[in-house]
Nanobody
Framework: QVQLVESGGGLVQAGDSLRLSCAAS????????MGWFRQAPGKEREFVAT????????NYADAVKGRFTISRDNPKRTAYLQMNSLKPEDTAVYYC?????????????????WGQGTQVTVSS
C-alpha cells in the first residue's frame, strides 16, 4: 500500500514556473513507476509525464514536452514535476500516481495508487 500526497500547486502568471512534489508513504517506493496526470474543468484526465522506478526513463505528453521535467528522489520517497513556461491551458488539478513495476506508457488505468491532487492555475 502506498499513500501519495501532492503539494506545490498555486496561482501563477503565464511564463512562470512551479515545482510540484509527491511524497509517498508506505513500502517499496523505489519499485513504483511514478506518473503525473492532470484534469481541467470539464475535461477528461490526461497524461502529463511518467518516470521509471530508477529514474532512468521518462515519457512526456506532447503538450508539455520541453517545458516540464519529471524526476524522483528514491531515498526521499518523493517525485517531482518541474513546470516551466506555464501557459493558461496548463490550468488543472494535478495528480501523482504510482504503478507497481509499471511501464512508462502513461495509461492512467494501469496506476494502482493516486494522490488527492493539487490545483495549478495559470493566469494570462
Amino acid at each position: 500500500q502506498v499513500q501519495l500526497v501532492e503539494s506545490g500547486g498555486g496561482l501563477v502568471q503565464a511564463g512562470d514556473s512551479l515545482r510540484l512534489s509527491c511524497a509517498a508513504s508506505g513500502r517499496g517506493f523505489s519499485v513504483y513507476t511514478m506518473g503525473w496526470f492532470r484534469q481541467a474543468p470539464g475535461k477528461e484526465r490526461e497524461f502529463v509525464a511518467t518516470i521509471s522506478w530508477s529514474g532512468g526513463r521518462t515519457n512526456y505528453a506532447d503538450a508539455v514536452k520541453g517545458r516540464f521535467t519529471i524526476s524522483r528522489d528514491n531515498p526521499k520517497r518523493t517525485a517531482y514535476l518541474q513546470m516551466n513556461s506555464l501557459k493558461p491551458e496548463d490550468t488543472a488539478v494535478y495528480y501523482c500516481a504510482a504503478e507497481y513495476h509499471g511501464t512508462i506508457r502513461g495509461r492512467d488505468d494501469e496506476y494502482n495508487y493516486w494522490g488527492q491532487g493539487t490545483q495549478v492555475t495559470v493566469s494570462s
